[in-house]
């Protein structure tokens, strides 16, 4: 079966993205399969695998893609990954902020804005990824870079966690805007948690589970596939 094109896929939590990449490999027996933006095993939600050497020749294009996500941070501890399976390296007491003054900090962060990528991630100097750096306690200047927050709301506040959702540009690191979105509130936080919702007009309302990739046969999970 000549199966190519985009297929959506909500990723689970604990799982790579490579992990997917490798179940779609065995189950529509393709080499050539990829994916257009990592997401972390930590963190849920949708991935665009792209399928066939043709389709994958096209990853740039959507990973270009201006992207949503679910967030939730948690005010008064720094960790050294920026998120909640990091070390603790500082903690702080948590005031008791207002509506108003949680707002007021969120609202820093909204359009065009300059952010510092973390240690844990992806980006290359020097020819080296930062979080194989990081993984040896290494830490490397890092050049803030131009990000555009597309859209950025409030969905809940318990203390000292808060629910957020943010569209983004590319390039947006969400653990480094719960760390900013902290120093800003003076108390300092972490990424407590990652769900990634859409992918430019792609949603992961569309999207096909991992489980549900395993069960199917592969007439199944061709007729999910999106031809591009």
Known sequence: ??????????????????????ILRRKLDIKKIGHAGTLDPQATGLLLMLISRQATKRAQLFSGMDKSYQARLTLGIKTDTADH????????????????????????????????????????????????????GITVARNPVEITIGEIKILAINLPHIDFQVKCSKGTYIRTLCEDIGQKLGCNAHMNGLRRTSIGQYNVDNAI???KIKQADINDIAQEVIKI
């Open 1 to 22: 079966m000549d199966i190519s094109g985009l297929l959506l896929v909500d990723k689970p939590l604990d799982m790579s993205s490579h992990d997917v990449v490798d």
């Open 209 to 211: 589970t991992v489980d």
């Open 85 to 136: 399976t990091g070390n603790v390296v500082e903690q702080f007491k948590v005031p008791e902020f207002s509506l108003s003054d949680i707002e007021k900090a969120f609202s820093c962060f909204q359009g065009k804005i300059m952010q510092t990528p973390p240690m844990v991630s992806a980006k290359k100097i020097n020819g080296q990824k930062l979080y194989s750096l990081a993984r040896k």
